[in-house]
């Protein structure tokens, strides 16, 4: 590893790499990936485990506070995060504001930064408390603002959180239920989602974290911050491949139609690629999509429904991991080409998947947010950059050019 800070106060020297692909950014204790063996780990715990036997609540506090909690530490870090997710009613007039037909991602990027017009305790970003109340507020708040954005979208009256559930059942009420009715959380959607938040809530310096950082950086209030990462989650090489890849599923349709899309990816001359497949740090199987893929057995196993884009789903991996472009390429299924199925299946139209994405990344967000601005040696994210464009030349006036 060079120290490219030394390097540049030595020589003035500094590197080119374009889409950082062989930069680090910073230093973190959050999340280790070893991408050639398929390795995920939050605080040295691993994925797998923390997807089979943790909660999305556990992962939050260990991502915030470096230790998994003690019973009674959880019990108190959920209630506070329960206290937390009202929205003020003027921000609930901001809904009314969008087409019927905005895209959720564009909704939570406006109500997401328009916290901080609520918030201004969250401009005091040097103060830890200050940081860690705006940490619980972004948390806490992100599920009723994203099943707001998809009641408004149906043209359905919001549900206003019930803090009796848990976390994720909460946010499943919000989004599925109907204002003054019971409404009964289905233990194993509940638990499905719950494990998708966790395989969501971080992932090292991806595109939308370093972008909340680079942000960050400037001293920008935390809800601009997350702002700033949703808004570079929605593409579809992010997050939005979630979308793309149920969207590409259900195009392909049947078994018989795969071998057309695997020539379709490997022509250099066409444009398509498959989505959920592929990954910058990954060169083996993202060991979240291996959880992914057991979850959407279980949810269709407890609602009883099955889906075509399953089987298709399956046959692309099995074609694809034989294939010989794939393997040179080292490209294998990620995290989104499974999740798809399961949120389709819970009842989530396509267009609410990076929501749901953007809301679990948060904790990540918030937590990597954390880190960069307790670290004393922090300094404003400013890359170089080779310039191209013409030398110096003498302005001419407008009436002789
Ligand atoms: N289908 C077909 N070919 C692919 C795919 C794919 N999904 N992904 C990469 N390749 C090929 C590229 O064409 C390239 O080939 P080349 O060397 O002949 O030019 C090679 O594999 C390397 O690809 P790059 O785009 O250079 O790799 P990079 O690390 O920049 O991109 C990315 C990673 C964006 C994830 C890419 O694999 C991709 O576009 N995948 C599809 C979108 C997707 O699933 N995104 C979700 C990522 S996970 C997440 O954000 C949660």
């Not at 950014?25 to 997807?51: F, K, M, N, Q, W």
């Not at 609540?57 to 329960?82: A, C, H, Q, R, W």
């Not at 911050?225 to 979630?242: E, K, R, S, V």
Request: charged share 20%.
């Amino acid at each position: 590893v060079i120290d490219i800070r030394k390097l540049y106060a030595e020589t003035g020297c500094f590197t080119y790499d374009p889409g950082f692909t062989s930069t680090a950014s910073c230093d973190s204790a959050l999340t280790y990936i070893d991408g050639d063996e398929g390795v995920l780990l939050h605080r040295g715990y691993p994925i797998g485990e923390l997807a089979e036997d943790s909660s999305f609540m556990e992962v939050s506090y260990l991502m915030l506070n470096g230790e998994l909690p003690s019973k009674d530490e959880l019990d108190t870090f959920t209630y506070t995060i329960s206290r937390h997710t009202m929205l003020h009613e003027q921000l609930m007039q901001f809904y009314r504001g969008f087409r019927r037909d905005a895209h959720p991602m564009a909704i939570m990027c406006g109500v997401v930064g328009a916290l901080s017009a609520f918030y201004h305790d969250s401009t005091d970003i040097a103060d830890p408390e200050h940081r860690r109340i705006s940490s619980h507020r972004l948390i806490a708040k992100m599920p009723t603002i994203a099943a707001a954005a998809y009641k408004y979208s149906v043209g359905q009256p919001f549900v206003y959180p019930d803090n009796s559930l848990s976390y994720t059942g909460n946010f499943l009420k919000m989004t599925f239920g109907v204002p003054a009715e019971p409404y009964e959380v289905n233990p194993v959607v509940e638990r499905a989602l719950d494990r998708i938040f966790i395989l969501h809530a971080d992932h090292e310096q991806n595109a939308s974290t370093s972008t909340v950082r680079l942000a960050g950086s400037s001293g920008a209030n935390p809800f601009a911050c997350i702002a700033a990462g949703i808004a570079c989650l929605w593409g579809p090489a992010h997050g939005g491949a979630n979308e793309a890849a149920l969207n590409m599923l259900r195009e392909i349709g049947t078994p018989d139609k795969i071998p057309h899309y695997i020539a379709r990816a490997k022509d250099k001359n066409d444009p398509f690629r498959l989505m959920g497949f592929g990954h910058r740090v990954y060169k083996n199987y993202d060991p979240r999509a291996t959880v992914m893929q057991k979850t959407v057995r279980e949810v269709f196993e407890a609602l009883k429904v099955s889906d075509p884009v399953f089987e298709v789903a399956l046959q692309l991996e099995e074609m694809a991991l034989n294939d010989p472009y794939f393997i040179e390429k080292k490209l294998f299924p990620n995290v989104d080409f499974y999740s798809g199925v399961i949120l389709s299946a819970i009842g989530f139209p396509t267009t609410m998947f990076t929501a749901l994405f953007a809301l679990a990344r948060t904790v990540g967000w918030v937590a990597q947010w954390n880190e960069m601005i307790s670290d004393p040696g922090q300094k404003i994210g400013r890359p170089r950059q080779l310039y191209t464009g013409p030398t110096q030349r003498p302005y001419v006036p407008v009436d002789k050019r």
